[in-house]
């Protein structure tokens, strides 16, 4: 059975750089059928994707992100990363990552984790 | 604001059906048949009802259904049952550069 678990700092400065991993674990992440995302939820909205990395490494950003976000990852560790860079209060979230099956589809999810972003 | 519109809130008695819209514009869900819906309870991680505007996930039953016209998507889930109470959202491709965006979610209450 696949899983996804979330890993950072719960807690951000205003500024500085908000840094995830999402460890995978019943799969391996260079498996060429699937793609690896990155999902954020703001305490009581609505969901918004961050961005994706392919098997091979290629990155999708939101256009609305894309000047500040940057996902990698690193197979031998089989986990995949997210760095958003001069975060703002707006940051404040659930971070999800997520296995994509198909175009905006993601079939297994982390549980999630809140990262505030506050001085 | 979010890129796709869905209706705040629906209701419906256990048993019947209840419908959610979904509506986009040709560059993403009238563009694509790549639209997804997703079930969130309280507190939890959303889960995949379906994929590809009708496909379902093994597991989810049979009682969901989706299907899309023009620029509007919809979810329909037949025999309401009290665990069918949560937020659902729509998901749609954008294009390559943009390969997911979100409706705001509907609120299903069953009453």
């Known amino acids: 059975q696949l899983q996804l678990q979330e890993s950072g700092p719960g807690l951000v400065k205003p500024s500085e750089t908000l840094s995830l991993t999402c460890t995978v674990s019943g799969g391996s992440i260079s498996s060429s059928n699937y793609y690896w995302a990155w999902i954020r939820q703001p305490p009581g909205k609505g969901l918004e994707w961050i961005g994706s990395i392919s098997y091979s490494g290629n990155t999708f950003y ?12 690193d197979t031998s560790k089989n986990h995949f990363s997210l760095r958003l860079s001069s975060v703002v209060v707006a940051d404040t979230a659930v971070y999800y990552c997520a296995r994509t099956i198909a175009a905006a589809a993601w079939d297994y999810w982390g549980q ?3 990262v505030t972003v506050s001085s | 604001q979010s890129a796709l519109t869905q209706p705040p809130s629906a209701s419906g008695s256990p ?4 419908t959610i819209s979904c509506t986009g514009t040709n560059s993403d869900v009238g563009g694509y048949n790549y639209v997804s819906w997703y079930q969130q309870h ?3 991680a959303p ?3 379906i994929y590809e505007v009708t496909k379902r996930p093994s597991g989810v039953p049979d009682r ?5 016209s023009g620029n509007t998507a919809s979810l329909t889930v037949s025999g309401l049952q009290s665990e069918d109470e949560a937020d659902y959202y729509c998901a749609s491709y954008a294009g390559s550069n943009n390969l997911g965006v979100f409706g705001g979610g509907t609120k299903l209450t069953v009453l």
Not at chain 1, 62 to 73: A, E, G, H, N
Not at chain 2, 64 to 68: A, D, L, M, R, V
Request: a positive charge; proline letters at 7%.
């Open chain 2, 64 to 68: 969901f259904s989706g299907s899309k």
């Open chain 2, 47 to 49: 889960k995949l009802m």
């Open chain 1, 62 to 73: 939101s256009p609305s992100l894309k000047s500040r976000v940057t996902i990698s990852f």
């Open chain 2, 42 to 44: 309280p507190g939890k």
């Open chain 2, 15 to 18: 048993g019947q059906s209840v």
């Open chain 1, 112 to 114: 999630g984790t809140l």
